[in-house]
């Protein structure tokens, strides 16, 4: 069994964990792992591990073990953890013992690679809630049952319809904050009433003050535009500051000018925001995402710098009344509520009662829950952090920003969804589909300058132009034509998701059955077709797609008969202004 592995890895094959944590099901050694979150039930997991004869075999068990615990991790955070093994299992307590060091418990934040990443997250959740670092313990005996789970009333069906009644009342702003623009939406009495976007690249800045500011204005501006009376002279100054690409000092003069003529614009009820980093409680606290590195790179005290960015929901909370809300969520949970809102109100309202598990596909994989209560669990949830792959040995000897490589960019871990179900996993698949199976196809990414050889590597072009959008575009295009290559791209990260449903099920135990994919690789029906092939060829999961036909409410049947904006575009800035609704 193990030697299958091996082989299979060598030759460049997946070897997923799920298929290796069942094949090891049978094996004597166990290893009970008990979690303590920061908020929330404890939870427990058994890892069953196998005797290993070989450097090669033992190898691969150690790298098992630890995935998995960075997998736990990863979704979970959490207080610490409690490893329970027999006392006479030499090789388990081995494994265990060499947590503080794989993990790099006692490593300042900014010195730690690899396993020990997932730490950073979980030790800012940790001092953001007024808690301890993360901490491993031995235990000698596991208890044999699982740590008693709090009832709760399962109600995400009317949760959803509330808020939805809410708004039909409330003054709201609704942010979606993304890697290259923000988009937002002004609600008054159920209804659009304005749209900003903008565009940004959080990536290159250098300090929190560069982030927070321009958020801060948008929800001034869209405030200011939803004040104006409906008369020539205000609409020409409404839309100069919702006109995408005014400056922002043309937009602060066009805010100051309205409470000049018009005075002070009425203060909001409620602003919703979706952010791309880890939010807890309301508080950013994850600080190891791609929009944050240029701040990472250029301070000095990138922990002192990062927690500024905690002050966003006081800040925001300015642009409301005195009894008014700002409710902050990442942005894969504010996918799963925004889904959940909307199929609540279609006409049958199908498994809404259990909740929804979302995915965004995207630049990475983003992933979202809101569970059958109707409440987002107050969890990192970095899923697209989470190793999948234990195989293919040939792609790890790339560098993590090589087209051909499985390693992550923020990590260097092998294996993790952050390179298979996204735009990356969509090129590597490509070489290699195309190099076997049609070769003109192969040539053409080069010969179109998609793809470039430099430095002994393979790298998607970035100069003169930023080739990652469109080469995306061009493999969706080819697949929906019908293209065979092209289409079994599309088919294999279909295979993708499902082994992510089953190590999310082992993870998180969610109740819901379906779940529904946003993002760019929806755009074409025909992708999404084939990903729902490639699951089920695997595992029967059902799909939905979170598109513009997943438009029920109010607020999204606007954007949907909306002639310029999109429910593609604006749909999840609608989900945040029903997100804060849920709190009035």
């Not at 959490?78 to 006479?88: I, Q, R, S």
């Not at 390693?407 to 996993?425: A, D, E, I, R, V």
């Not at 092939?533 to 598109?547: K, M, S, T």
Request: net charge negative; proline share 5%.
């Amino acid at each position: 069994m193990m030697q299958e592995f091996l082989t299979r890895a060598e030759r460049g094959e997946n070897v997923y964990i799920c298929d290796v944590r069942k094949a090891f099901s049978g094996a004597k050694s166990r290893i009970v792992c008990e979690l303590t979150p920061v908020i929330g039930d404890g939870r427990r997991w058994e890892l069953c591990i196998p005797s290993a004869e070989g450097d090669a075999e033992r190898a691969f068990v150690r790298e098992y073990f630890y995935a998995s615990l960075y997998n736990i991790i990863s979704a979970y955070g959490g207080l610490g953890m409690k490893l329970a093994v027999d006392p006479e299992d030499a090789a388990a307590r081995e494994l265990c013992l060499s947590l503080d060091d794989v993990f790099q418990v006692h490593v300042p934040k900014n010195r730690r690679s690899g396993y020990g990443k997932c730490l950073n997250v979980t030790d800012r959740i940790n001092a953001a809630m007024g808690k301890a670092p993360f901490s491993f313990e031995m235990a000698q005996a596991s208890s044999p049952e699982e740590p008693a789970q709090a009832q709760r009333h399962s109600d995400a069906l009317s949760a959803c319809r509330l808020a939805v009644n809410k708004a039909r009342h409330a003054t709201l702003c609704g942010i979606d904050i993304g890697g290259t623009d923000i988009k937002v939406v002004g609600i008054q009495s159920g209804r659009i009433a304005a749209v900003k976007e903008y565009d940004w690249n959080p990536a290159e800045m250098t300090k929190a003050e560069q982030l927070i500011e321009p958020i801060l204005l948008m929800a001034r501006v869209v405030r200011a535009a939803m004040s104006l009376p409906d008369t020539p002279e205000a609409k020409t100054l409404k839309e100069q500051m919702l006109k995408k690409g005014v400056s922002d000092e043309a937009m602060r003069s066009a805010a100051d000018t309205c409470r000049a003529v018009y005075g002070e614009a009425p203060l909001l009820d409620g602003i919703g925001v979706c952010f791309p980093d880890v939010v807890i409680d309301d508080m950013i606290v994850g600080g190891e995402t791609y929009k944050t590195r240029g701040i990472r790179n250029a301070s000095d005290d990138y922990e002192k710098e990062f927690s500024r960015l905690c002050s966003l929901k006081q800040l925001l909370l300015r642009q409301c009344r005195p009894e008014g809300k700002v409710h902050m969520a990442n942005d894969g949970s504010l996918a799963a509520y925004t889904a959940a809102v909307e199929l609540a109100h279609s006409p049958e309202a199908a498994g809404v009662e259990t909740g929804v598990f979302a995915h965004t596909l995207g630049t990475e994989l983003g992933t979202g829950w809101l569970d059958e209560t109707g409440e987002i669990p107050q969890i990192p949830l970095e899923v697209y952090n989470c190793v999948i792959d234990l195989g293919n040995r040939p792609a790890r000897a790339y560098h993590e920003l090589d087209a051909r490589s499985v390693n992550n960019f923020n990590t260097s871990l092998p294996g993790t969804l952050q390179k298979y179900c996204s735009q990356s996993g969509a090129y590597r698949l490509a070489l290699r589909i195309f190099e076997e199976q049609a070769p003109k196809r192969y040539a053409e990414l080069f010969e179109q300058g998609f793809l470039e050889h430099r430095d002994g590597g393979v790298y998607v072009c970035r100069t003169p132009e930023d080739m990652r959008k469109p080469l995306l575009e061009h493999l969706m295009r080819l697949a929906a034509e019908g293209d065979p290559a092209a289409e079994e791209i599309f088919r294999e990260i279909g295979a993708f998701l499902s082994v992510t449903f089953e190590e999310t099920e082992w993870l998180l135990a969610p109740k819901s059955r379906t779940r529904v994919l946003f993002g760019r690789f929806v755009k074409h029906k025909r992708c999404f077709e084939l990903m729902q092939e490639g699951a089920n060829a695997r595992r029967p999961v059902r799909f939905v797609a979170g598109d513009g036909n997943l438009a029920f409410t109010p607020m999204m049947l606007d954007l949907k008969s909306d002639p310029v904006h999109t429910v593609a575009q604006f749909g999840q800035a609608v989900g945040a202004a029903y997100f804060a609704a849920s709190q009035l």
